[in-house]
């Protein structure tokens, strides 16, 4: 057994009650950068856990012990350069002679590369390729989630659409249509908070949804967004004009998303027909 230990590249722990390491294979020496001398009687958490989870690391090892349950777990760990590394750890309970648990032994696989893969196909899945922004999926599930009747605490819905879009592709070229598309993202997502969601509706219209924001304090939000909007796009020596209509909605627990979607959407439509009426007059 021990001949297996020593030539696995898992890297292979075993920890007592205390928490202090009474044995560690080569693969642990070699991440950790410490002999098998140097690392057997340090406690484990001061070695290779991170700071932020050795609270939770001392307690999960804790209850194993009181319980003598083994159990798996999910962490990341510093290796000897002192980069995080994502570890996925089997943790089983060691027991004496009295079958009476007294230490952990853990066998841990790096897994960093598989979560940062996976991380990307679900980011690919999720977002617009183009500006960044979240799809149109993202935001159906989330207003689905904050209008649940049950348990949803109602949200507000920015509808915005660039206005005279056709126009800056056909003076400019679609690479120039594309930079602004971008840009519009950017400055939405700059003007959000970490719970509001930027999602790429489709084209050149884009919906920002408030978590519990409500219908006064939307309307104000939808005004300042289309002010703010307001500023060109420089490109090199091309001055690309910008501005975007906005309209607004809010919705409660037990509304129908598609109709609380449908009301900033025309909101949104009625603003654009107001805004550019006079000048088509004028035209005219």
């Not at 996925?88 to 648990?101: A, E, G, I, K, L």
């Amino acid at each position: 057994m021990s001949a297996v230990v020593n030539a696995t590249t898992a890297l292979v722990v075993m920890v007592d009650g205390d928490g202090r390491i009474l044995l560690a294979n080569p693969a642990m020496e070699r991440f950790t950068g410490l002999a098998g001398n140097q690392l057997l009687g340090r406690l484990y958490h001061d070695v290779y856990v991170i700071p932020v989870d050795i609270p939770r690391a001392q307690r999960a090892v804790a209850a194993a012990l009181a319980d003598g349950t083994s159990f798996f777990d999910e962490g990341d760990w510093l290796r000897a350069d002192r980069t995080w590394r994502r570890m996925s750890m089997q943790n089983s309970v060691v027991t004496d002679d009295d079958d009476r648990p007294y230490a952990i032994a853990t066998v841990a696989i790096d897994v960093t590369e598989q979560r940062e893969r996976e991380a990307l196909v679900a980011r690919r899945a999720t977002t617009d390729a183009l500006t960044g922004a979240w799809n149109r999926g993202v935001l159906f599930e989330a207003l689905q989630e904050h209008l649940a009747p049950d348990s949803g605490r109602g949200c507000a819905l920015l509808f915005c659409d660039v206005d005279d879009f056709k126009a800056v592709n056909d003076e400019h070229g679609h690479a120039i249509g594309d930079q602004l598309l971008v840009e519009v993202a950017d400055r939405l997502m700059a003007w959000t908070g970490a719970g509001d969601l930027v999602s790429r509706f489709g084209g050149d219209e884009f919906v920002v949804l408030y978590p519990g924001l409500g219908e006064s304090e939307v309307t104000a939000m939808a005004s300042r967004v289309q002010a703010r909007m307001r500023e060109p796009l420089e490109i090199g020596a091309v001055r690309v004009p910008l501005s975007v209509s906005v309209g607004s909605a809010t919705g409660r627990p037990g509304d129908d998303p598609d109709q609380v979607l449908a009301l900033a959407d025309r909101t949104m439509y009625r603003r654009k027909r107001s805004r550019t009426a006079p000048s088509e007059h004028r035209r005219r």
